[in-house]
């Protein structure tokens, strides 16, 4: 069975790619990197531990990662990320915490083990900043080779940011880190802007949790309805809220949900572009193409699988 890894920051498209992976009987998710971004680190794990336990999983274990970028000795969140996920990072809404704490064990060392120990079968699934993954890569170069996958949601290739008109929130959080790994030979996906934005959820779909009228529907719900209405300020024209991390977990469950273009991707880390994402023209022309960008999605067929993988394991969560 394959292995998943989640590392998030956890805001509420985290914490529906968390019910996304506990919904799908194609993967074993064996432990949550902890990431700032959406969030400050240590809330981030705490929200993690919180919905694996809501959700019914606490056999998940949670590890923390990296507080801050590759280049900077703090973070602090962004208005904007607190408008769109909620001061607390799941829409303000609140639940218990767990009695849980983090495993011991740091994230970065926890990825290089999952990596050395499952091989092939392992799929890392990054949606926040590319911190852990790169101090994994520089820390033991060999998991390159070692690693069945890597699907991060992150970038924007044939569409325009959603920080400025190039750059990408997760990849703007650490530019330096994200080139690292798209440099390192690692096999790749990047599921971006291009196709996440057109994977869209409305209070259509969150009635029905609501409806189950069990306490991890009622916060799904809840949660995601937060989501929505800040969708309706900063993009309106979207008519709902893009599943942006959900869409990497479904591509980690089922690569055929996308169409992607084989590339050897950077990111611009120099001059007014930096954050930019973008085909690498110094391996332009290497037979060997390392990642791949999703360029397409069936949209239909995923939000059909999101939408009954959650609704299941919110209900028989209770």
Same mark, same amino acid.
């Given at each position: &069975?394959?292995?998943?890894?989640?590392?998030?920051?956890?805001?509420? /498209?985290?914490?529906?790619?968390?019910?996304?992976?506990?919904?799908?009987?194609? %993967?074993?998710?064996?432990?949550?990197?902890?990431?700032?971004?959406?969030?400050?680190?240590?809330?981030?794990?705490?929200?993690?531990?919180?919905?694996?336990?809501?959700?019914?999983?606490?056999?998940?274990? %949670?590890?923390?990662?990296?507080?801050?970028?590759? +280049?900077?000795? *703090?973070?602090?969140?962004?208005?904007?990320?607190?408008?769109?996920?909620? #001061?607390?990072?799941?829409?303000?809404?609140?639940?218990?915490? *767990?009695?849980?704490?983090?495993?011991?064990?740091? #994230?970065?060392?926890?990825?290089? /083990?999952?990596?050395?120990?499952?091989?092939?079968?392992?799929?890392?699934?990054? +949606?926040?900043? &590319?911190?852990?993954?790169?101090?994994?890569?520089?820390? $033991?170069?060999?998991?390159?080779?070692?690693?069945?996958?890597?699907?991060?949601?992150?970038?924007?290739?044939?569409?325009?940011?959603?920080?400025?008109?190039?750059?990408? #929130?997760?990849?703007?959080?650490?530019?330096?880190?994200?080139?690292? !790994?798209?440099?390192?030979?690692?096999? $790749?996906?990047?599921?971006?802007?291009?196709?996440?934005?057109?994977?869209? !959820?409305?209070?259509?779909?969150?009635?029905?949790?609501?409806?189950?009228?069990?306490?991890?529907?009622?916060?799904?719900? /809840? &949660?995601?309805?937060?989501?929505?209405? #800040?969708?309706?300020?900063?993009?309106?024209?979207?008519?709902?809220?893009?599943?942006?991390?959900?869409?990497? %977990?479904?591509?980690?469950?089922?690569?055929?949900?996308?169409?992607?273009?084989?590339?050897?991707?950077?990111?611009?880390?120099?001059?007014?572009?930096?954050?930019?994402?973008?085909? /690498?023209?110094?391996? !332009?022309?290497?037979?060997?193409?390392?990642?791949? $960008?999703?360029?397409?999605?069936?949209?239909?067929?995923?939000?059909?699988?999101? &939408?009954?993988?959650?609704?299941?394991?919110?209900?028989?969560?209770?």
């Amino acid at each position: &069975m394959t292995k998943l890894i989640l590392d998030l920051d956890t805001g509420v /498209d985290d914490a529906l790619a968390i019910a996304y992976a506990l919904g799908s009987p194609e %993967v074993e998710l064996i432990g949550i990197t902890g990431t700032y971004g959406n969030v400050l680190l240590d809330q981030g794990v705490r929200n993690a531990l919180a919905i694996t336990d809501l959700l019914g999983h606490p056999e998940v274990g %949670v590890y923390k990662g990296l507080p801050h970028s590759s +280049t900077t000795d *703090s973070f602090e969140v962004l208005e904007i990320s607190k408008f769109i996920h909620g #001061a607390n990072g799941i829409g303000d809404v609140s639940i218990p915490d *767990s009695n849980r704490e983090p495993q011991s064990e740091p #994230a970065v060392d926890f990825i290089i /083990d999952a990596a050395k120990t499952y091989g092939k079968e392992l799929v890392y699934v990054p +949606t926040g900043p &590319m911190t852990n993954i790169a101090a994994a890569l520089r820390k $033991a170069p060999e998991i390159k080779d070692e690693i069945g996958r890597i699907v991060l949601m992150g970038g924007a290739l044939t569409v325009c940011g959603n920080v400025n008109a190039w750059e990408e #929130a997760n990849i703007s959080q650490d530019p330096d880190a994200a080139d690292y !790994l798209f440099r390192s030979g690692a096999p $790749a996906t990047m599921i971006g802007l291009d196709v996440t934005l057109q994977t869209l !959820l409305t209070y259509r779909e969150t009635r029905q949790w609501r409806d189950l009228g069990t306490k991890a529907g009622a916060f799904l719900a /809840d &949660m995601t309805d937060f989501y929505i209405k #800040a969708y309706e300020t900063t993009s309106p024209h979207l008519g709902g809220c893009g599943l942006h991390d959900p869409l990497a %977990v479904g591509v980690a469950v089922d690569p055929t949900l996308v169409d992607t273009l084989p590339m050897n991707l950077k990111v611009d880390v120099d001059g007014p572009t930096r954050g930019r994402t973008i085909g /690498d023209n110094t391996r !332009l022309n290497d037979p060997v193409k390392t990642m791949k $960008a999703a360029v397409g999605v069936d949209v239909p067929r995923f939000l059909h699988e999101f &939408m009954t993988r959650i609704t299941a394991l919110a209900k028989h969560a209770g």
